[in-house]
């Protein structure tokens, strides 16, 4: 028997050797034979793939609506920091095409992005009754529909994922029910059981935090701060809701300066305008405090790109307010070889600007149509996936 025979026939061997390959060729491979597709498959080897893998953020999906008509489902854009990518400067992906269920009531809109996951809706615009939340894995174009949690007709409900692939292959749906205005009913849906059931209920004001948009970060969602800075943490372990202490803002703070929170290779960060500056806060891994991480002064961007900022002011106004508006920040990111990474979309292109040598770079050109019609509202960080929903 040769070597390659040997090895063909050794499922340890293969294993070993595909551990070592990224997600986009395993998923590939899993064609390859019903063994091979045996060995990818399996939860202690998905497990093992993604304690070993550094995780990397490899493109953004931004939502925007038309300035005037919220009403209207978003339309999605797929930004990708691959360079060797080659990317349509006009390739808006519509609502239309963003579609995996042709069964879907109407619209599928992104919840939530979570380590290579997301979290979808769709509803009926003539049935509010008549909605359906799904996991969805863009890597595969698969999706699983989360059965309907058994709560009061009357209910207010928010749903957020958890998924770390570090710890599980399975992956956790949270729905917080307020029936009333201060008490909460919690159900967990299970991957692995393919179930709801009950949590322990809290006393928790719906009006407190942000709750329609979790991030879900180091074993807990957390959910935006209200106008004093108050934010929450739904500890997946103890199944507890905690308070999560203010962040450092300042005085005079308001909440409509508040520009991205987000999770990003495994910190939680958010940033807020902060005139003239986009100043990044980060949470300590205990939850025990905010911190300032970064500084970044959007007059650069002036310097980088007068171009692109002269002919897009809407008056000869130069002030900072005017030029804010032009910048929507995408994500912070950690790129091999080039540190941390403030990804910012500006008229006419996105771009990336380096902390550890206060550089830019363009990502990507974006039409002029749409750069100057469009605001980013939410973006969403992707990253590959080998699990399976």
């Known amino acids: 028997m040769s070597s390659a025979e040997v090895i063909g026939s050794n499922d340890d061997i293969i294993m070993e050797i ?9 998923i590939r491979f899993k064609l390859v034979s019903k063994n091979w597709l045996s060995l990818i498959s399996d939860p202690n080897f998905v497990l093992r793939h993604s304690r070993q893998s550094h995780k990397t953020v490899s493109a953004f999906i931004l939502a925007c609506f038309l300035p005037r008509s919220f009403k209207c489902p978003p339309m999605y854009m797929h930004v990708s920091l691959d360079e060797n ?4 400067s006009n390739s808006f992906q519509s609502q239309a095409n963003f579609h995996f269920d042709p069964s879907a009531p109407g619209a ?12 979808c809706y769709s509803f009926s615009r003539y049935n509010s009754t008549a909605c359906v939340y799904y996991v969805f894995h863009p890597a595969t174009n698969e999706f699983s529909i989360l059965p309907e949690t058994v709560c009061n007709k009357n209910s ?4 957020s994922l958890a998924y770390d692939p570090t710890i599980s292959p399975f992956y956790q749906v949270v729905c917080l029910q307020f029936s009333t205005i201060s008490s909460c009913k919690i159900q967990i849906y299970s991957s692995k059981t393919e179930t709801w ?8 004001d719906y009006l407190s935090a942000n709750f329609q948009h979790g991030v879900y970060w180091n074993g807990g969602i957390h959910w935006l701060f209200t106008s004093d800075g108050t934010s929450f943490r739904f500890d997946i372990e103890k199944e ?10 300042p005085e005079n703070w308001n909440p409509h300066n508040l520009r991205h929170f987000m999770e990003s290779q495994g910190h939680l960060f958010f940033i807020d305008f902060e005139s003239p500056e986009y100043v990044i806060y980060e949470m300590e891994k205990d939850c025990s405090k905010w911190f300032v991480k970064y500084r970044f002064d959007i007059n650069l961007i002036v310097t980088a790109f007068p171009d692109e900022i002269d002919k897009n002011r809407e008056n000869s106004s130069n002030s900072v307010v005017e030029l804010e ?11 091999e070889n080039e540190g941390p990474l403030l990804v910012m979309s500006i008229p006419g292109r996105f771009i990336s600007y380096r902390f550890k040598d206060n550089t830019f770079k363009t990502i990507r050109e974006a039409g002029f149509y749409f750069s100057r019609r469009f605001k980013w509202y939410h973006t969403f960080n992707y990253m590959e996936t080998l699990s399976y929903v």
């Open 325 to 335: 508006k032009m910048i929507s920040p995408v994500s912070l990111v950690e790129v």
């Open 108 to 119: 599928i809109i992104i919840s939530q992005s979570c380590n290579g996951l997301l979290l």
């Open 240 to 249: 507890t809701i905690l308070q999560v202490p203010r962040p450092p803002l």
């Open 197 to 204: 059931r009950d949590a322990k209920n809290q006393e928790l």
């Open 156 to 159: 207010i409900n928010y749903f």
């Open 18 to 26: 595909l551990l070592h390959l990224p997600v986009k060729s395993l």
């Open 85 to 88: 990518q080659k990317q349509n």
